[in-house]
Structure formats: C-alpha cells, structure tokens
C-alpha cells in the first residue's frame, strides 16, 4: 500500500484524507489516481468495498478550481449512492468548492436553488440530470470532469440511453472516469464512443468477480418454508449485521413485519418509502441495527461497515445481480457469509451463479421444523394474504438465466415496457417488464 503523502497531492488533501484516518492508498485507489492527474481517459473494473469513490474524488479535488459553473459531473443509478459521495466530498472538504445533489423523488425547485449558488460538483441520477439540464438549470458546457459510478448498475436498470444523451452534450475535451464491477459489452461500446484513448484497469485477482473472503451458501427448502429458512439460518449462524434482500416492495415489507412480530430489530429499505424514510433506515442500520430487509435499492454503492451477512430470500434475476448483492459483504478485505434460500424448481439458479461469478456455492441443511408454524402474513388488496416468497406467490421459475454464455428457461428479456416516460417529480425514469414470466415494475426511485 502506498501512502497518499507519497501520490503528489497538495499537503492540504493529505492532510483531509489523514482526519478521517486514510493513510494509504487502496489498490484501485494506487492505480487510478496516478493516471487521473495525468487527464487520462479510465475504464476500470474493480469489486465493490474497494474505495472506488475516493479514486474520483482526489484527483477532482486535486486538480478542480472554484469557478461558478460545475467542473465535475458524478452520474449514479440511485439516490442513496448520490448522497454517500456527497458526504464523503464533504469530509474531503468539498464543501470549499460547493457540492449539489440531484435526483428525482426531491423537489426540482429547491435543486435548481442550489444549482444557482454555484457548486463546482455536481452529483445526480441520470433523469434528474438529464431534466435540469433541459430546463438550462445544469451547465455543462465548463465540465472538466465526468464520472460514471456503478455503470453496470446504470445499464442494468435501463439509464443507457440516458447516459449517452448526457454525454453527447457533455465538451469532447472533459475527463472521463468510468467505475463498474463488470464490464458488460454495451458499457465498454459507450467508452469507446465517448473516451479517448481510454486506459483499461482490471483491479483485482484474476478474473474474479466475488471477493474471496465471501462463503457462500444456500438450502432448498418448499416455498412454504422459506421464512423458516430464513429464522433457521438466523439461530444457526447468528449473524451480527446482515441485509436481507428480498425481490419486490411487498415482499420486503412482509418480511420485516414478520421478523418484528418474532422480536427481532428489522428495518426496512425499499423505493416505495420517501427519501426521509429511507435514509432514516440507512443511519439506524449504519448505527447498530441488526438486520435490514431492501430491494435491489441497497445492493450496489450503498458502504455499510460491519455485514456480516447477505441473505438472499429470494434468488437474484441474474447472476450479476448476485455479484452486486453480495458485495455489501466482506467490505475493505473483511470475511463474511452469503446465503441464498432457493425453491427446487430454482435449483438450476445455483448452477449459473457459480459459473457467472466464478465461485463455489455450498449447500447447507437447516433445521425448519421449529418454526413450522409460523406464518408469514402482509395485507394486500385489503385482506391478509399468506405469503410464501416472490411477490407473495412463489412463482417467477422461468426467469431467464445465464448459462454458459447462453440464456435459457421459460423465461427471456422481453423488453416490453421498456423506458415510459418521467415522473411528475422530473426526475429518474419509470421501467416495466424485464421478463415475459416475473412481471415486475422497475420503480423510478430505485
């Protein structure tokens, strides 16, 4: 590890960086910021908890002037991730050069506010941005630098198109720095289109997409076993912090309610709650909670010191996905678990994660019979309905699955729905089915 006092920086930043106890660098950090203060063009692949977001941040602050109009542009896919750069540029002492954050679900008019006094950084969801930039509320013309952060997240939820309309009015003269886990093929065509003579880095072991302190784990249970799954997992293993991922809203919230009723500390994380709720929820389970139940909402950028576990109660969509969930485990090198509770007809799910990700998933027995009666229950529709799992139905086996370079099952990527059109709020986009058979409806607030 190199130290920051020896990368070049002004006295003052090592200085920040040495108040909040960062005294070398990590190896992405080694490897980026070098080749940013030479304005150079950067791809990089990198695993999440691996101090992705100080790798922009110093070279920005390194280099960035105090003009009126915005120097930098930070794109990423959710809100939650926005406000966590946001706070980590304030302990480098931004707040100097004046940092806004902007994304839908907020009032546009109190942003356009703080848009007006000036910031130097700007950091934002693609519609919100794209939506202030409309209404000539965001100036691009002066950017010297633009980040994409969690730019697989961003292609994943459907902002690609988003992201090169952006660009394409964004000066050809700008830095570009480009952060993913992965590397999908359409994330490296858009650098191509956008970056010049772009630097590739591939930071970390091999090919290796799941960091390695990681045990993974799974149990096949019938789907009116899974919450006893879970609570058998639970008094089994006894995790100290875990995020438990569930795939839609309605599930979360069943969980979280079920796991009240049986007296354990449960906080809830979805898009259906306002800002205020969900980063209420953020700074209770950052501030000792023990278990929190979110969507997809939580799984990419979110920091959390301390996961011991991720429990998936339902099987990711895509191997991928699995990759992101995970990752909220074993942060900065430390070890940690994840399980997944999967159905028999899921079993084949197991198979394409361990090919995807390149890793060993370990099946584990689990003793159910305990809580053979405990039901889990959430109103819906104005009736209490049994809930077994997926969206209270257990269904969704013919989700398309990656397999060996190929997708099968009874499912595929219908692309039905596609991007809709922007919320009342002028903010991120609305997205409908992904899967001719999971319907689910891509929340603009996720």
């Not at 908890?49 to 002037?65: D, E, N, R, S, V």
């Not at 795939?247 to 049986?262: F, G, P, R, W």
């Not at 709720?277 to 969507?295: N, P, V, Y």
């Not at 990759?323 to 028999?344: K, L, W, Y």
Request: proline share 4%; glycine share 10%; with cysteine.
């Amino acid at each position: 590890m190199k130290p920051f006092s020896e990368m070049g920086l002004n006295p003052s930043l090592v200085e920040a960086l040495k108040k909040i106890n960062f005294i070398n660098a990590t190896d992405v950090q080694e490897q980026v910021i070098p080749l940013a203060l030479q304005r150079k063009d950067i791809v990089v692949r990198a695993k999440t908890g691996t101090g992705k977001t100080c790798a922009f941040l110093i070279p920005i602050k390194q280099m960035g002037t105090q003009t009126r109009d915005p120097e930098a542009l930070i794109i990423v896919p959710t809100r939650e991730l926005a406000v966590q750069i946001r706070d980590m540029a304030n302990k480098l002492r931004f707040n100097h050069h004046g940092v806004a954050v902007v994304y839908g679900g907020a009032s546009i008019n109190v942003q356009m506010d703080e848009l007006r006094r000036g910031p130097n950084i700007v950091i934002g969801t693609p519609g919100r941005i794209i939506d202030l930039m409309e209404r000539g509320a965001l100036r691009v013309q002066s950017l010297k630098f633009l980040v994409l952060d969690e730019a697989d997240t961003m292609l994943d939820i459907g902002f690609i198109d988003d992201i090169e309309h952006i660009l394409s009015d964004t000066p050809s003269t700008k830095q570009t720095l480009l952060f993913s886990a992965t590397m999908p093929e359409k994330i490296l065509s858009v650098a191509r289109r956008h970056m010049h003579d772009m630097t590739f880095l591939k930071i970390g072991q091999g090919e290796e997409l799941v960091v390695n302190q990681i045990k993974h784990l799974y149990a096949i249970v019938e789907p009116r076993q899974k919450f006893g799954a879970l609570l058998a997992y639970v008094k089994q293993y006894n995790p100290k912090k875990a995020i438990i991922f569930a795939q839609t809203q309605y599930a979360a919230s069943a969980i979280h309610d079920a796991l009240k009723e049986q007296g354990f500390d449960a906080i809830l994380l979805h898009g259906g709650l306002t800002q205020s709720r969900r980063e209420a929820s953020l700074r209770q389970f950052k501030g000792g909670g023990r278990f929190l139940i979110a969507t997809n909402v939580a799984a990419r950028g979110i920091d959390i010191v301390g996961v011991s576990d991720v429990i998936n109660f339902d099987v990711p969509d895509d191997p991928h996905t699995y990759v992101h969930r995970v990752g909220r485990s074993a942060r900065m090198n430390a070890e940690g678990r994840a399980f997944t509770i999967t159905v028999p007809q899921e079993s084949e799910a197991v198979k394409d994660i361990e090919y995807i990700a390149r890793i060993r998933m370990d099946r584990i027995s689990l003793n159910t019979a305990p809580f053979a009666n405990i039901r889990v229950f959430s109103r819906g529709g104005g009736q209490r309905r049994d809930f077994h799992g997926r969206g209270g139905g257990g269904q969704g086996h013919g989700r398309d699955r990656w397999n060996r370079g190929e997708r099968r099952g009874g499912g595929h990527r219908g692309g039905g729905g596609g991007r809709d059109h922007r919320d009342h709020h002028g903010g991120d986009r609305s997205y409908g089915n992904r899967s001719s058979n999971d319907t689910r409806v891509r929340s603009r607030f996720r």
